[in-house]
């Protein structure tokens, strides 16, 4: 796994994580499993528009790709991160935003969005070690922020790689379509979005969130979320955040 960008800063104690846009077996890889959650297990897509077994779509060009993969070197996740282009992106397709919000659907090239976001079926409750102290539950159930599922672990993991990933291209902020269960999991980490707009039918009921990245700074900065801890392991002395009593817009 040399060969991802960013792994290491991407890592738990049971999965590492990176940018795989450097290798393309790994992003085939990464399509054929959004093939498998999107259109077999979970039928959001439909599995006859992907006959080679890999789901893809236009805006993949225009996206930098994160996968996680367990200690056997085997994918458990990816997810993409949608940079601006002539296309927008995807969510404005779907979702609305709250008046007071509109602002955020403009051309913005610092704004970026967080998609296609799935998990092995393997690691969606797979208890990850009965006795580590950031184990699951007996059925992987979520429990606060002592005690993670394999799946959270992955999502963390995937979540530091984007986080490399957006301070490397100079993005500000993060877009993305999700369930609720996603926000609160990801807000006991230190991770807080906010919603924009209402809930809609999109791969399921999800609502539009978006996370100002130099909150995000200040979260690790503080030192009062431990799975924030080594966020910034790996990342360029440049790009590391610096301790402020106010947070930028956009």
Known sequence: MSAIRGASAGSTP???AGAIDGVPQLVDDSYRLRYQ???VERAFLPAEACRDGMERDEFDAHALHVAAF???CAMAGTVRLVRQSDLGLPMFRRCRLFADEERFAAANPRLVEIGRLCVS???RRRRVDAD???AATANGDYRGGERRSGRDEIFLAMTKALYHETKRIGASHWLIASEKSLQRMLAQHGISFRAIGPETDYFGPVAPYLLDIA????AILSGRFPSLADFLAGLEP???PQAANTVVGL
């Not at 909150?215 to 200040?218: I, K, M, R, V």
């Open 14 to 16: 049971y999965f590492l």
């Open 37 to 39: 959650v999107y259109c």
């Open 70 to 72: 367990d200690p056997h």
């Open 121 to 123: 079926r393997r690691y």
């Open 132 to 134: 580590a102290p950031g």
């Open 215 to 218: 909150e995000l700074d200040q």
């Open 238 to 240: 440049e790009l590391r």
